[in-house]
């Protein structure tokens, strides 16, 4: 190794170990000289760069390195600040192969000039990470400009109404100061311009800060944990902190984080039609080493070392120029907004039938003033008084048209989903598609795996056969030495998992999945193997990854010296016993396998399985190498069995209570696992899935490859009977999935792997895991399950049913104030030609109502109760007839009371006209303040229960009243109203507060059908 090839670290014990020259020789003294001043210099110049980057300085290119002649052996290193990043971007970019190799010299002196070690990787210093950040750029790419808050305020002013309003408002404002001058004349028109601006930005405001939300959510889901390798030891790091140099472990499923070259691996394939559109799987090896960013690992394993990142990526370059679209229409959104035209043409209706009406009115002379003069008198009446009377008529009736459209419900879907969402990432649950909340809260069966989900994952080997005997606590002298170096080879080499120890005193650090770190833990541990031998000793020649298909892995190696080639393989124990004729007892020597001993290690592996225990079986044999010629095909019989060992995985705690709590519900939880039959059995009775009055024997539990042999009728008739499928391949679960779907039902899926992305895709909901869970299982999901859980799958069908059930609650309370609100003008518009609501106050009902209440109503949390119903069907209607019948019951409630007050007000309670008019006005706007206390809960008449939980909607409540007071009391002039005492107050408050007891008394009359029919359409 050249001088300049080491690390600044390694200046100081270099000079400590290397002796010195003889002192006769004038040559080497020279060269000595030459050295230390070389070493010097490039240690002044290490400093420097230190300082420069903690400063966060501009680096200084032109001192990043300096050249002195030495006579060297010709691999020295070119200093990192002097890589050019975009001549190896477009290597890899362009595959080019011969570039690689001719301006490169290959993928060991990329990783040399990138000062990376294939095996250790870079040393992940701190001052390391800065400089490779500031030479090659962070792993991100430039995102499109989000959308301003100015771009949400003009869609608000956009909408058709407002700008009729504004024009009416510019034209009130108009004639007012034309006929009352400045200082009294701006009244009516300068109060709708208020009112519609408050409106604009308090629309524009919730929708903005939904879109923020939904961009954090959206870059959270975009965090990747990728497998480093630094310092020789595996980190997982997340993918924005990945830079060039770094050494990074790929496995099936795997998203490339970043362009790259391929290091060591076997069977290593890649989907690239992300990237080139192309459907074929590209292998990847020494010929085509060559890695893109955004690629998905469809088989194999290995290494890769990263040349590029960020906008030195193609796929960063594209991902640049995409938008995420963030407005995407849920099912519900759509029905809604079916819903909210339906309504708004009936609004639009009542509203030129008000027109037509008052016009009529006013230009017969009907129209009366506050002395009670007929307004108009033909052409008597100034042209600037009747423009002014039509503009305010016209402004009447474009102002019920804004309290009858229900542009509040579009708003409280996104509220409630933003919310949710929200919420839903505390409680371990990463939404990726909108709809997914709402769609859960409609499942009727929940298909879940075994492993990690029910269970921990923490897998432990508590059982081990050698042979057909069983061997207590593993003691290693009781096993022969060919045993033992038997298992050293299958587990050493025959695994994706790695075991750094830095010194032999230390703790082994294993990096690997569950299943097999309890079996490198064992062999490593227990019975202190060194599995780093035979990687140095033997030569690997082909491995066979894990197939969930065939549920085994196998290797074919070559040990040193030696022409004998010998295969291992390692699975499920029942798959591995069929293949073998053979097997080894404890002494070492090899015997003929009859029936009955199979048939007894056929019932060990049955006991171990009937006591939850996953059996993982280990198998070889020798081929003769008879030519030169190597065949990469894996013996799979007339092996020699070695034996089995029995992995215990706990099951999570809590999960038998949601399992429960699921089937109250109404929701079925079905099993499906790639275990045997008798541990899947064992599990599904520990989790309360499987109980005493199941039919066991040919209903709840059925194999997959029984499952699958059915015919399409069979299978449609006996999916709702089972409960367990084991020995299942992903291909089974997209069968039992689209069963299911075929018999109505709403189907939940989990899934971890990368063959489970059909039958993600293919569910209603698709719930993918955050720990095990592939990259493609999580891009094929709607939700993540960030910590495996079950119980957190519970959480998220709660929540689905509580983004429904908000939503309706947020129905009923709008429509009430609708059909309230329409009635009195229209039929105060007919009789009196007049409209008691100016259109000031109905904008602030409207404010109440739409942005307000959707706040309060749709951020109310989840509770145990919505688990006691059954599930909302695919066809349920919106307004179900436990709505109609509350709504109808306000609504007539409050027309009743405002036509009273309407034409009987004024004798009843001997005040002026605009008294009358601001009771009106106060009492309506406090009965929609008391029936949000209604619309909390539709069926219980307790409407309090749990209202300490919900701060914002208390708060929401008490902001209501304040502004409330504040409009009456103070802002008369702005709201056409008149100041009350506290007797009419009293009143206002008394006549709203009966909504209450009339709420409990609606809810006593009993709704025929409601039941049977919601069951009806949840089967």
């Not at 501009?58 to 200093?79: K, M, N, Y």
């Not at 929708?207 to 939904?214: A, E, L, T």
């Not at 600037?384 to 402004?395: L, R, W, Y």
């Not at 490593?524 to 892995?553: M, Y």
Request: glycine content about 6%; overall charge neutral; proline content about 3%.
């Amino acid at each position: 190794m050249s001088l300049r090839s080491r690390k600044p670290s390694e200046f100081p014990s270099m000079l400590l170990q290397e002796d010195p020259p003889p002192p006769a020789s004038k040559h080497y003294r020279r060269r000595w000289r030459v050295a230390v001043t070389a070493i010097t210099v490039t240690r002044f110049l290490v400093g420097l760069t230190k300082k420069v980057v903690e400063k966060n300085a501009e680096l200084l290119r032109s001192l990043s390195f300096v050249t002195i002649d030495i006579e060297g052996s010709g691999d020295e290193l070119v200093p990192i600040l002097d890589v050019d990043p975009q001549g190896l971007a477009k290597m890899v970019k362009e595959k080019s192969l011969q570039s690689l190799t001719d301006q490169y010299g290959g993928v060991k002196q990329v990783a040399t000039l990138l000062q990376s070690d294939l095996k250790k990787g870079i040393n992940g210093e701190e001052i390391d990470l800065v400089l490779r950040t500031k030479v090659f750029g962070a792993n991100k790419y430039q995102k499109q400009p989000a959308k301003s808050f100015f771009s949400f305020v003009l869609e608000a002013v956009k909408d058709t109404i407002i700008i009729i309003l504004l024009v009416c408002a510019v034209l009130s404002l108009a004639f007012g100061i034309k006929r009352h001058g400045p200082k009294e004349g701006w009244y009516d028109g300068g109060s709708i311009i208020v009112a519609v601006f408050l409106v604009v930005v308090v629309s524009a405001v919730s929708n903005y800060r939904q879109s923020k939300q939904f961009e954090e959510l959206s870059h959270e889901s975009s965090d990747i944990r990728v497998q480093v390798v630094r310092d020789g030891r595996h980190h997982p790091v997340s993918i924005f902190k990945l830079v060039v140099g770094d050494l990074v472990s790929l496995k099936i499923g795997d998203q490339i984080p970043a362009d790259g070259l391929f290091v060591e691996g076997h069977s290593l394939k890649v989907d690239e039609s992300s990237m080139t559109g192309e459907s074929d799987h590209v292998e990847v090896n020494e010929k085509n080493p060559f890695l893109l960013s955004g690629t998905k690992v469809t088989d194999g394993y290995g290494y890769m070392l990263v040349t590029s990142v960020g906008m030195n990526t193609a796929w960063g370059e594209m991902m640049s120029s995409i938008r995420r679209d963030l407005n995407e229409e849920t099912p519900l959104q759509a029905r809604l907004s079916k819903l909210t035209t339906y309504i708004g043409n009936i609004g639009l209706s009542v509203a030129i039938l008000v027109l037509l009406v008052l016009l009529i009115r006013y230009f017969t002379g009907h129209t009366k003033d506050e002395n009670g003069k007929s307004q108009y008198n033909g052409s008597k009446t100034k042209f600037d008084d009747v423009m002014d009377s039509v503009v305010g008529i016209v402004a009447a009736a474009v102002t019920i048209v804004v309290v009858a459209i229900p542009e509040g419900l579009p708003l409280a879907v996104t509220l409630t989903l933003a919310y949710s969402m929200k919420r839903m990432m505390r409680d371990n649950a990463m939404v990726r598609k909108l709809s997914a909340c709402e769609t859960m809260g409609s499942a009727t069966i929940i298909c879940t795996d075994k492993t990690g989900t029910l269970t921990l994952n923490e897998m432990k080997v508590t059982e081990f056969l050698l042979g057909k005997e069983s061997i207590d606590n593993s003691p290693s002298s009781e096993i022969a030495a060919n045993i033992l170096q038997l298992l050293s080879e299958g587990v050493g080499l025959n695994t994706t998992g790695t075991v750094y120890k830095p010194n032999s005193t230390s703790v082994p650090e294993i990096y690997a999945s569950p299943t097999e770190k309890a079996i490198l833990s064992w062999a490593v541990i227990d019975l202190g193997l060194n599995i780093d031998e035979p990687k140095q000793s033997c030569e690997l020649i082909h491995v066979e990854a894990f197939n969930s298909e065939k549920k085994r892995s196998g290797v074919l190696i070559r040990r040193s010296n030696d022409r004998v080639l010998a295969t291992h393989w390692k699975g499920a124990a029942e798959m591995i016993l069929a293949m073998c004729s053979y097997y080894y007892d404890k002494n070492g020597i090899s015997n003929s396998m009859n029936d009955e001993e199979r048939m007894q290690i056929g019932k060990v592996i049955e006991s171990m399985a009937d006591k939850s225990l996953r059996c993982i079986a280990f198998a070889h044999t020798n081929v003769i190498q008879e030519n030169e010629q190597i065949s990469t095909k894996l013996e799979e019989t007339g092996l020699t069995w070695l034996g089995l060992v029995g992995l215990k995985d706990p099951c999570r705690p809590g999960v038998k209570e949601a399992v429960e709590s699921c089937k109250k519900a109404g929701v079925n939880i079905k099993m499906i696992t790639g275990d045997n039959m008798h541990t899947a059995k064992a599990i599904a009775f520990e989790c309360g899935i499987l109980d005493s009055h199941d039919n066991l024997h040919d209903e709840a539990v059925v194999e997959g490859v029984q499952f699958r042999n059915y015919s399409p009728e069979e299978r449609k008739k006996k999916v709702e009977n089972i409960l367990v499928m084991a020995r299942s391949s992903p291909f089974d679960k997209l069968l039992m999935v689209q069963s299911l779907k075929k018999n109505g039902h709403v189907v939940a899926v989990t899934g971890d792997g990368t063959n489970d992305a059909p039958a993600l895709k293919e569910a209603d909901i698709g719930l993918s895991m955050g720990i095990q869970g592939t990259e493609v299982a999580k891009e094929s999901s709607d939700i993540v399950i960030l910590d495996d859980n079950f119980t957190s799958v519970a959480t998220v069908l709660r929540w689905g049913r509580c983004v429904y059930n908000n939503i309706q609650k947020f129905i009923q309370f709008q429509l009430t104030v609708n059909v309230a609100a329409l009635v009195i003008n229209f039929v105060a518009a007919v009789s009196s030609g007049e409209v008691p609501l100016t259109a000031v106050q109905l904008l602030w009902v409207n404010l109440i109502m739409d942005t307000l209440g959707a706040l309060a109503l749709a951020t109310e949390q989840p509770t145990n109760d919505l688990l006691k119903k059954r599930p909302v069907g695919r066809t349920e209607p919106l307004i179900t007839r436990v709505m109609w019948r509350n709504l109808i019951a306000q609504a007539l409630y409050q027309v009743a009371i405002l036509l009273i007050l309407q034409f009987k007000g004024k004798s009843i309670f001997g005040v002026a006209e605009k008294v009358k008019d601001t009771l009106i006005f106060n009492t309506f706007v406090l009965c929609q303040i008391f029936n949000e206390f209604n619309a909390r809960n539709l069926e219980k008449k307790n409407i309090f229960k749990g209202i300490q939980r919900n701060k914002l909607f208390l708060a929401i409540i008490g902001i209501t009243l304040v502004l409330q007071a504040v409009m009456v009391e103070f802002l008369k002039k702005f709201a056409n109203t008149e100041r009350l005492d506290w007797k009419q107050w009293v009143v206002c408050i008394g006549i709203a507060a009966v909504s209450w007891p009339i709420g409990w008394l609606v809810k006593c009359i009993p709704v025929d059908g409601q039941l049977p029919k919601q069951r009806a359409s949840s089967s």
